[in-house]
């Protein structure tokens, strides 16, 4: 199993300096194994929200726990997501692939 950070650009605050799409950013650790089972786990999650739908995905490593079962593990909390050096794959709405980003 992998583990992933999810991320949906920005969160539902209404403040003008930290919320909305320019704010810091709605995040989840899940476990799974393709980017694709990670959204949809991801994606239920942020189902209630305004802009419902993970935008990116960083692969952080590979879960060594003894439970294998795909779930979200953490979130959704707002930080801002940076990627250091992770794979991450990103679309640009809820229905497009998802691409892999090679930096």
Known sequence: MNLYEAIRWGNDGDDPL????NGPDTCLIVRAETPEQASILADAELAALRAGW??????????LG?????????????QSAYCHGWRQWQRQSRTDPWTEQVK
């Open 18 to 21: 930290t919320g909305g799409p």
């Open 54 to 63: 993970t935008s990116a995905l960083y692969l952080l490593g590979q879960d």
């Open 66 to 78: 003894s439970d294998s079962t795909p779930r979200v593990l953490r979130g959704p909390y707002i």
